[in-house]
């Protein structure tokens, strides 16, 4: 039987990376260098937080955003780029805000999707992550 991927694994489908600095909310530890969370709602709260980071930086669009996320040795950003715009309906270079739950959400959902290679990410924890102080 096929082991789930390791964000799956690690309730970190963003596999978004550990660092001994960032103790996120939720997080109990590291694994294969990305951290790892009690639950996937505190990896969506996490990704909330890093992406208000980059729209403070202006990085507010999907061409802006997943080169800094996942950078090229990682994934190949186009096809990244592409996947998430072409199944969340959000196009490349469309201007995102972090208070349109809907979009976001949506957009998050697909990352997840993404970096887990189209494991099955149930939406609904990606909306109570993501709506989580």
């Known amino acids: 039987m096929k082991q789930p991927p390791i964000?799956?694994?690690?309730?970190?489908?963003?596999?978004?990376?550990?660092?001994?600095?960032?103790?996120?909310?939720g997080?109990?530890?590291e694994n294969g260098g990305f951290a790892v969370?009690?639950?996937?709602?505190?990896?969506?709260?996490?990704?909330?937080?890093?992406?208000?980071?980059?729209?403070?930086?202006g990085l507010n669009t999907l061409q802006e955003i997943i080169p800094v996320w996942a950078p090229d040795?990682?994934?190949i950003v186009g096809n990244y780029i592409k996947y998430v715009s072409?199944?969340?309906h959000v196009a490349p270079n469309e201007v995102l805000f972090l208070e349109n739950?809907?979009?976001?959400?949506?957009?998050?959902y697909w990352m997840a999707k993404f970096e887990c290679g189209g494991y099955p990410i149930d939406i609904n924890r990606?909306?109570?992550?993501?709506k989580m102080r």
Request: proline share 2%; with cysteine.
């Open 7 to 25: 964000g799956i694994r690690n309730n970190n489908p963003l596999n978004i990376k550990y660092s001994a600095s960032n103790s996120w909310q």
């Open 27 to 29: 997080q109990k530890g």
């Open 37 to 57: 969370f009690t639950s996937q709602e505190y990896c969506f709260r996490a990704a909330k937080r890093i992406l208000s980071k980059y729209f403070k930086r």
């Open 73 to 75: 040795g990682e994934k």
């Open 86 to 88: 072409d199944h969340s």
């Open 101 to 108: 739950t809907e979009t976001m959400t949506t957009v998050l």
């Open 126 to 130: 990606v909306i109570r992550g993501y």
